[in-house]
């Protein structure tokens, strides 16, 4: 990847627990935390990125805003979140800049929870998903779009349209 702007590549590990307990249905995963997520601890921290308007609207909730908020949304739903690396290379959020992966330990949830479905949230999460953890998980991943604020190709009511999906597996 060329550099720019004296962007360099970080070598990063996940600094926060997966999201889950043991009645969560669907797993959704991400690629790794932002630059905004990593400093607020929390998944999809990044004021632009939609993951919470989408929950919240499916869920017909209200939109979260502290972390304990964030997780009584998601486990009073039965959603797990979490995310495909545990640790990588990357340059600031970029998705696209990762390499080095070291995959989280996706069967910490899968062996604890009854989850019926995992979903990546995005295209990179559902291709890293299927090079490092399908192998270990032999476990189906369905390709959500992104929620990031970078998925310009898709509205809030597009997003909506393709996330209603797993309203089957909630509640």
Request: proline share 5%; hydrophobic share 35%.
């Amino acid at each position: 990847m060329k550099l720019k702007d004296n962007q360099q590549y970080t070598h990063l590990s996940h600094t926060f627990d997966p999201v889950f307990d043991k009645d969560s249905k669907i797993l959704i995963l991400g690629t790794f935390p932002s630059v905004k997520s990593r400093e607020n601890q929390f998944y999809y921290g990044h004021k632009q990125n939609r993951f919470w308007k989408i929950i919240a609207a499916l869920t017909e909730g209200e939109v979260p805003v502290t972390i304990e908020e964030k997780k009584t949304l998601l486990l009073n739903n039965h959603i797990a979140i979490w995310d495909v690396i545990a640790s990588c290379d990357i340059i600031g959020s970029s998705d696209s800049s990762i390499k080095n992966v070291i995959p989280a330990d996706l069967p910490l949830i899968l062996g604890q929870a009854d989850i019926g479905k995992i979903y990546a949230n995005g295209g990179k999460a559902y291709e890293l998903y299927q090079k490092y953890s399908f192998p270990e998980t032999k476990r189906e991943i369905t390709r959500l779009p992104s929620s990031s604020p970078a998925n310009a190709a898709f509205n809030m009511e597009r997003l909506l349209q393709e996330w209603k999906q797993i309203k089957e597996y909630i509640r």
